[in-house]
């Protein structure tokens, strides 16, 4: 079993940053895809931001590609979420998961932290 807890959220104004942390407990997560999602008030989870067990590998969704930044420490156990040049567009609820079937549009994964809430004012 696995264990998410997010942290890093907050209110901050359009154009400003936000560095958002997860980290895991439990089973190590070191051999698993791990990413982002987020929720905005009566819409959809979607997904953000994704990387590979090795950090070799990310994928971004179009809106985030250029200003986000997904990165790992594995002797950590910790994902982290560089969000830059932030937009009102980008408010909601972000969350980190692990051990994810499917990515988009539909995500299916076996863990998910309990969400950090993102607010960006114009």
């Known amino acids: 079993q696995v264990q998410l807890v997010e942290s890093g959220g907050g209110m901050v104004q359009a154009g400003g940053s936000l560095r958002l942390s997860c980290a895991a407990s439990?089973?190590?997560?070191?051999?698993?895809?791990m990413g982002w999602f987020r929720q905005a008030p009566g819409k959809e989870r979607d997904f953000v931001a994704r990387?590979?067990?090795?950090?070799?590998?990310?994928s971004y969704t179009d809106s985030v590609n250029g200003r986000f930044i997904i990165s790992r420490d594995n002797a950590r156990n910790t994902v982290y979420l560089q969000m830059n040049n932030l937009r009102p567009e980008d408010t909601g609820l972000y969350y980190c998961?692990?051990?994810?079937?499917?990515?988009?549009?539909?995500?299916?994964?076996?863990?998910w932290g309990q969400g950090t809430q993102v607010t960006v004012s114009s």
């Open positions: 998961a692990a051990s994810c079937s499917a990515w988009w549009p539909k995500p299916d994964c076996n863990y």
């Open positions: 439990g089973r190590t997560v070191g051999t698993y895809y």
């Open positions: 990387i590979s067990w090795s950090g070799s590998s990310t």
